[in-house]
């Protein structure tokens, strides 16, 4: 019923930048809150950034004035604009959202496919 889809991962130098991004498609009556989190080789996924359908935002202390989220509601899209990227920061990034489709009482969350980062030594 509800498709995330991450675009813009990949490699970069340390230092560098790069931008996620996760559009949603399908029965899409209203989504709530969106947020990207992330997991490392060997280690529990973690959450990187939160946003909330009226733009309050909750990051990380480990991303915090490094990382941007941001959406786009017209577009049923958020974005994770990262800086002074480190090798610790090496993950897959996972995107998700909170959705009221046309057909649930309730919103439920959903979950996009992941995009690998790799942030080069």
């Known amino acids: 019923q509800v498709q995330l889809v991450e675009s813009g991962g990949g490699l970069v130098q340390i230092g560098g930048s790069l931008r996620l991004s996760c559009a949603a498609s399908?029965?899409?009556?209203?989504?709530?809150?969106m947020g990207w989190y992330r997991q490392a080789p060997g280690k529990e996924r973690e959450l990187a950034a939160t946003?909330?359908?009226?733009?309050?935002?909750n990051y990380a202390d480990s991303e915090k004035g490094r990382f941007t989220i941001a959406r786009d509601n017209a577009k049923n899209t958020v974005y994770l604009q990262m800086h002074s990227l480190k090798p610790e920061d090496t993950a897959v990034y996972c995107c998700?959202?909170?959705?009221?489709?046309?057909?649930?009482?309730?919103?439920?969350?959903?979950w996009g496919q992941g995009a690998q980062v790799t942030v080069a030594s």
């Open positions: 998700d959202a909170w959705v009221l489709t046309d057909s649930m009482p309730t919103n439920r969350e959903y």
């Open positions: 399908g029965s899409i009556f209203r989504i709530d809150a």
């Open positions: 946003i909330t359908n009226s733009g309050s935002t």
